[in-house]
């Protein structure tokens, strides 16, 4: 075996495939697929091809249902699952209310309580309606869904899945930072990724053996603003159209990078306390949060479960 890695920027985000193969045609030709099957994905949800699926449900919204692909259905409605698990943390039509912050490490004003609560209006997952024959109907005039919080974690899932499907023994699909890791390197040895430090991205802090998990982290180091001394997240409260303070990182490993995808953000927005007492109720599932204070914390039985490789 021996291993065949490529990168290249697809859905606005950096992606890097790693896969394990027997000669340098079938590896190069399984990079291929990766890139391709991505690629199919970005059609389907970006919200910036007037011809996508996502487009439409956000251009008739408040007028009429629009029909979308059984796959498109079914991912929405599973976003809506993760919106009630998180009691709303997660939601795919808080974009509207990220577009009134600009998020550019920049001293700016905050917007005015009327800009807020009008976004608010046209804000909330209960507000999609799944209808019949694949249908999606947004409520509202103004409203929009998008994926940011969870749609690159749902393609590296779908891109390992169908490396596995071919007969790949291992290998690492990473989304800009979303993680999904299968099997052995070609020689054997195990992966592992590593958990940055919020403040100083090239250093790790400490190191996980991944094995069939997958591993996605939010924080407030790369987009973000300060006012008064105080730092901004660029992930949105959609309950209350502010941006999130208190936490500078969040990391969720799960066997599917959808779900921590997701997490990772409603973690973020839960904040500490909440965040831990959710994830630790969750099979499989652990998170790793770094606080405004640099310090560590850590989900319930996640040591119990062999995670850790080493610390830096």
Known sequence: MN?????????????????????????????????????????????????????????????????????????????????????????????ALKKLYNFRNVEIELPAESKIKDCLNITGYR??????????????????????????????????????????QGGVINASGDLCVWGTKHDGSQWNAGIANPDSPDEILLWLQLNGLSIATSGNYEQYFELNGVRYSHNINPWNGRPVTGIKSVSVISP????????????????????????SQLPYTHCIIIDDLDQIHFSNNIERARLFKKTA
Request: hydrophobic share 40%; proline share 1%.
């Open 127 to 168: 507000k999609i309606k799944l209808l019949t024959n694949n249908r999606i109907y947004l409520e509202h005039k103004g409203m929009h869904i998008g994926f940011g919080a969870i749609g690159k974690g749902y393609a590296a899932h779908k891109v390992m899945k169908l490396m596995q499907q071919k007969g790949v």
């Open 256 to 279: 599917h990078a959808e779900l921590s995808d997701a997490l990772a953000t409603a973690v973020t927005v839960m904040g500490l306390s909440q965040g831990l007492r959710l994830i």
């Open 3 to 95: 291993e065949y890695t490529t990168d290249i920027r697809l859905m606005g985000s950096s992606f890097q495939f790693i896969v394990n193969a027997e000669t340098k045609e079938a590896g190069h030709g399984l990079l291929v697929d990766c890139i391709e099957e991505v690629s199919r994905i970005e059609k389907l949800l970006t919200e910036f091809n007037v011809h996508s699926e996502t487009s439409l449900i956000n251009k008739y919204a408040g007028i009429h249902p629009v029909q979308v692909s059984t796959e498109t259905y079914q991912f929405i409605a599973r976003c809506i699952q993760i919106s009630k698990l998180t009691d709303g943390s997660f939601d795919i039509t808080a974009g």
